[in-house]
């Protein structure tokens, strides 16, 4: 146990060997990141076998961008001599210069081989092409668009991210614990503590996912360390609450630190395992992003629990009651009086429950009709909260060339087979053109391009139709394609995943505390809440925002961070009272409860609101709406949910705690 005298020592000495170790594995966990589409969409979805077809048939690998002249008073013959001259200068490959009907438009194709279709030399080959275009003559402009731009300005998105956020986040977290303790030195402990968590975190999940072949993407990395800071700072401060509660009543350090462990201990172990176990519910998902995801959180608030119960407290009792300074913890002193806003919450929350819940709720009922507003699905080219170059490029491109804006669909069938589906393939509603590319291994692929815009449910409507018709002689897969079955296996994964996390939290939360009103009654109230964050994230995306729509996984990780967070918060709060009850009764311990924690559950929320909000920050949409709506039910959570309405409900309604 960290609380003895010698067993201090030998475990910060254990923790310096661990992270010595874990140090070199854990930078490595870049070899084990990856972003591209295979590796988020199952193995059996029709674009991924499409990808690996492709693969065994030579040729094909390269990279192709579309560059865009525009001039609004009409294209001159001098601008078709420079894009003549620039496309010659790239390589001369690719479809030649070609002019809009209305003559103020002018495009062409530029390509290059890239053998094993390697991401770096693909933004190689980009910034290439944007450098050679880059001094159009006056009145003309340039932009660099296709899917190769779009993916290496997806690419240059993710550049670095991983750093930034570290530093970022831990800025915040080192700001607002200054802020909560007011000390010069307290702060310092859990920010190292949380900070060898994330690097233990880090070569834990290199590991596992070396080991198993796991494939983990850019976001699930960020989400783990937002995780990893956000709780083992809320668990932190849970542990030195208590600390300092029993350092006041106990003299010496190393005995209130061993009341304060067993008495925040088993909350924060508690706590610890139902976000765990809710994590691992995405194991059962069909994406493997969303699986990644939980095997990833799991990972990291397994060492987040160890590292705050064994190294944090250690770090405590070798710095003494000083490291509290100014406000030293004495011996003998008073409690805090029970007064303040929080004396006041909890007397009227205890005064009249029935009112102060229906009031709550109905507050949380009218922020989740704002889940009306909730977007469609932002597809590729609404990723980004600053429209690039290739975005923009695409849109110059849909306007002067409708014919030519669908992004290209790749077919392949038994070369046997080529002719009937090519015929086939041209038949269908929305298709402008569809021919063979290349052939090998007996397979023949089919190059088809849809006249729809890209991202819109044309596009995937005609998706779904080429599928239709020449199946099961053939395969299609393609960046809309792809887009096509995330939407698919996305959908099937909220109705499987959203449901087991519900099951296992509730179960969960009836074994640990042992009343099952109780464990309804904090289910109900963080379902409500969860509705509530994503109905005002759904308004601040369309309204504050202007987003184009919302990432299709976005209600499942909301609703598995949702819950398991908002119980997180519920069962430091339940198992105040359960411990108060059988002596105070329900009604007093409740008072209690709400007195005594409300405000270090307020502080741990908003620190891990805060460490949440940081991916806000970021220069993409599927992180900002996921920072945005679980900072704001983490915030409804502490401030709302626990002391207004789960509270209350369990003053007025049966089931008593005293049992």
Aim: aromatic share 6%; hydrophobic share 50%; charged share 15%.
């Amino acid at each position: 146990m960290p609380a003895g005298r010698t067993a201090k020592r030998v475990i910060i000495g254990l923790w310096l060997l661990l992270l010595a170790l874990a140090v070199p594995v854990g930078l490595n966990i870049g070899s084990v990141q990856s972003d591209d589409a295979r590796d988020r969409l199952p193995a059996d979805a029709e674009s991924t076998r499409v990808t690996e077809l492709v693969e065994r048939i030579p040729g094909g690998e390269g990279d192709q961008v579309l560059v865009v002249q525009q001039r609004q008073d009409g294209i001159t013959e001098a601008d078709r001599t420079w894009a003549t001259a620039r496309r010659d200068a790239l390589g001369g490959t690719g479809m030649p210069p070609v002019t809009s009907d209305d003559g103020r438009t002018l495009m062409y194709a530029v390509e290059r081989e890239n053998p094993g279709e390697d991401e770096e030399r693909t933004a190689a080959f980009v910034e290439e092409v944007r450098l050679a275009v880059a001094q159009p003559p006056p009145g003309l402009t340039v932009q660099v668009t296709g899917s190769s731009a779009i993916g290496a300005d997806i690419d240059a998105v993710f550049e670095g991210i991983d750093e930034t956020l570290m530093m970022v986040t831990t800025a915040v977290v080192a700001l607002l614990l200054i802020i909560t303790y007011r000390s010069p030195f307290l702060w310092l402990l859990p920010l190292a503590a949380v900070g060898v968590s994330a690097m233990v975190s880090m070569a834990a999940l290199y590991g596992i996912a070396s080991a198993a072949g796991i494939t983990v993407s850019t976001q699930s990395f960020s989400i783990m360390i937002v995780l990893v800071f956000g709780a083992g700072t809320d668990y932190a401060m849970l542990l030195v609450a208590r600390y300092r509660e029993e350092l006041r009543r106990v003299h010496d350090v190393h005995q209130a630190m061993g009341a304060a462990l067993r008495g925040a201990g088993p909350a924060v172990l508690a706590s610890a395992g139902t976000v765990t176990l809710g994590l691992l519910c995405l194991l059962a998902a069909r994406m493997n992003d969303l699986s990644g995801l939980g095997l990833a959180g799991a990972v990291g608030i397994a060492c987040t629990l160890v590292t705050m119960l064994t190294l944090f407290p250690a770090l405590l009792l070798v710095t003494g009651r000083r490291v509290f300074w100014p406000k030293v913890p004495r011996y003998g002193a008073p409690a805090t009086a029970s007064r303040g806003i929080w004396a006041r919450v909890a007397n009227h929350a205890v005064a009249k429950p029935v009112r102060t819940a229906a009031a709550s709720a109905a507050v949380l009922g009218v922020f989740a009709l704002g889940l009306t507003q909730l977007g469609g699905d932002l597809g590729e080219t609404g990723q980004f909260t600053d429209t690039p170059e290739s975005v923009a490029g695409y849109a110059t491109l849909g306007q002067a060339f409708p014919e030519q804006s669908g992004r290209p669909l790749t077919v392949v069938t038994d070369s046997a087979k080529a002719d009937d589906v090519t015929a086939l393939a041209a038949a269908v509603p929305g298709v402008a053109e569809a021919e063979p590319a290349r052939q090998g291994d007996g397979l023949t692929v089919i190059e088809v391009r849809p006249g729809a815009t890209p991202d819109t449910q044309e596009e995937f409507d005609t998706v779904s139709r080429l599928r239709a018709a020449v199946a099961p002689d053939a395969l299609v897969g393609g960046p809309a394609a792809e887009e096509l079955d995330t939407r698919e296996a996305t959908a099937a994964d909220n109705w499987l995943v959203l449901p087991l996390v519900l099951a296992v939290v509730l179960l969960v939360l009836v074994l640990l505390l042992r009343a099952v009103v109780a464990s309804l009654v904090v289910v109900g109230a963080v379902l409500l809440c969860f509705a509530a964050a994503l109905g005002i994230g759904a308004i601040a995306y369309d309204v504050l925002f202007g987003f184009a729509g919302t990432a299709a996984n976005l209600p499942a990780l909301c609703f598995v961070f949702g819950v398991a967070l908002g119980v997180d918060y519920s069962i430091f709060l339940v198992a105040r009272i359960r411990d108060d009850a059988p002596r105070l009764g329900t009604k007093e311990a409740t008072r209690r409860a709400v007195t005594s924690t409300g405000g270090v559950i307020a502080s741990a929320g908003l620190v891990l609101a805060a460490t949440f909000a940081v991916l806000a920050s970021l220069p993409f949409v599927p992180m900002v709406e996921l920072g945005f709506a679980v900072a704001a039910g983490v915030l409804l959570q502490t401030l709302v949910v626990q002391p207004l309405l789960v509270a209350p409900l369990l003053v007025a309604l049966p089931g008593k705690m005293e049992r």
